[in-house]
């Protein structure tokens, strides 16, 4: 997304476009347009030195109509409100295009976590469950990890929110480690996500992904697994990932033309997805630079890192032999750029449609919660392929069907499902 928009006021606008579409009346746009309960409060927190510090928390419930809000808490220090109504909205949209039974939340603390200790950020979060606990829970909001989160501090505010319930709650935040109430296959589901829905548009565009070579952009929790997964379970060549580095603060793009390997590159990655590139040129790949990734000559581009990086500039650089890009990213791809894109007939799989199996797989760690029963790893992923595999084929066939886009097509389906399950409830 454009950057210099307001967050919310485009998420607002791409609600307006499709409302119209689906001819939607007035009181139904006024119900979706705005989000139904948002939260804003300060957290006191007692630093390491002694000292009170007062930080600014949200949290946004953007609509509940088909179940429990569902979203993360971002620690950020340009978080603002519009940001977080913005996110949470999207996570409505995001949950009802996968079909699963949630809605949209988010939230957030104006924060950099960076500077935070280890003590400070247990307390910043305890303290955030201790203002929100009575408006959360497995039936209400479950919240997540995001930006600036992580999976150690959902397991605080897990541990926060059942001391105050006076009972083990695990099912009231996701993204938790695995051994204390976390899920088998989280860490590879938005990846390998990313990889189901390639094999769909690939079946569907008539491409053999065995014979496919893709770019990718980034090399953090999202690109490594796309980059696993083409290469494990399609048999497609992956020719190059970038990544920031945070030595020489700039990004790269790591190539290997007879395709890379990245269980190798996983090795050499830091928790921060920057790779050891002295490590990476020993074995043989090339460095390049930032932008080369988008100019190579494969078939996929799959931006994994950042919003915004297929623009009016940089979609000129996209080679006519890309037939598919799959946005692993949220909102890589600004609206001029996805004008130029849809002319050339490439075919995109859509942010909130192509990284939804994160979030249906959270939604399988709360099910598992619920029921104390834990799935293996193979079994969680099965059932996000079926999940994705349905989602991909409802947004293709309204696509076909109305004559509209993919990205139009998933935003169409996600806001019919919403509207139905409002009237089902009697809301409008
Ligand atoms: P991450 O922090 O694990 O990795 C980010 C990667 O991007 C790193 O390799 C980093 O070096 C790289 N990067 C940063 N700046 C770059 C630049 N200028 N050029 C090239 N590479 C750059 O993040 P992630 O969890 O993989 O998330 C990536 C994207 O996917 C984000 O947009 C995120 O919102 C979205 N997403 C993530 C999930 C999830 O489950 N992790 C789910 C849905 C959407």
């Known amino acids: 997304m454009a950057t210099s928009l307001n967050a919310f006021e485009m998420a607002q606008q791409q609600f307006d476009q499709v409302a119209d579409r689906l001819k939607l009346d007035q009181p139904v746009r006024e119900f979706l347009r705005w989000p139904l309960r948002e939260y804003q409060f300060r957290i006191p927190v007692r630093m390491d030195d002694g000292t009170v510090r007062m930080f600014q928390g949200y949290r946004v419930q953007h609509n509940d109509a088909i179940g429990p809000n569902k979203g993360g808490v971002r620690f950020h ?34 924060v950099d ?5 280890p003590g400070e950020k247990e307390r910043l979060v305890r303290g955030w469950i201790q203002v929100m606990w009575k408006n959360i829970g497995p039936r209400q909001d479950v919240p997540a990890p995001d930006v600036g989160t992580t999976s150690q501090m959902m397991g605080w505010m897990m541990d926060e929110y059942s001391k105050l319930r006076g009972e ?67 048999g497609g060549s992956v020719v190059c990932v970038s990544y920031f580095d945070l030595k020489d ?3 790269y793009t790591i190539s290997k033309e007879d395709g890379i390997d990245a269980r190798f590159l996983q090795s050499i990655t830091d928790q921060y997805g920057s790779i050891d590139k002295a490590k990476a040129q020993e074995a043989g790949y090339v460095l390049e630079d930032a932008e080369a990734w ?33 946005e692993g990213a949220n909102g890589p791809t600004t609206p001029d750029a996805d004008r130029d894109i849809q002319e050339k007939g490439v075919f995109v799989i859509p942010d909130f449609l192509c990284n939804c199996g994160g979030v ?4 399988f760690e709360a099910v ?14 099965s059932k996000e392929d079926q999940k994705l595999t349905k989602a991909f084929h409802d947004v293709l066939e309204m696509s076909l069907k109305q004559e509209v886009p993919m990205r139009d097509a998933a935003y169409m ?7 139905k399950a409002m009237q089902l409830r009697g809301w409008i």
């Not at 913005?86 to 949209?104: Q, R, Y």
């Not at 709650?169 to 390639?198: C, N, Q």
């Open 77 to 110: 220090p340009a978080e603002t409100i519009d940001t977080v109504r913005a996110l949470a909205t999207w996570m409505t949209w995001k949950c009802a295009v996968a079909d699963i039974p949630l809605g949209g939340g988010k939230g957030g603390v104006i």
């Open 113 to 117: 976590p960076a500077t935070l200790s």
């Open 168 to 234: 083990y709650t695990p099912g009231v935040i996701t993204g938790k480690p695995v051994g204390g109430g976390g899920s088998l296959g989280r860490t590879e589901a938005t990846g390998y996500g990313v990889v189901y829905t390639i094999r769909e548009a690939c079946a569907h565009l008539n491409l053999d992904p065995s014979q496919c070579k893709a770019a990718i952009q980034g090399f953090g929790n999202v690109a490594q697994y796309s980059a696993i997964g083409f290469k494990e379970m399609l």
């Open 249 to 251: 603060k700039q990004a």
């Open 294 to 326: 988008l100019k190579k000559d494969v078939d996929i581009l799959i931006p994994a890192a950042l919003e915004g990086q297929i623009n009016a500039e940089s979609v000129k650089w996209i080679s006519d032999r890309v037939k598919i890009i799959a």
């Open 360 to 363: 249906t797989v959270s939604y």
């Open 368 to 381: 598992q919660n619920d029921m104390n029963f834990y799935w293996p790893k193979e079994e969680v992923l």
């Open 413 to 419: 389906v996600a806001i019919a499902r919403v509207v």
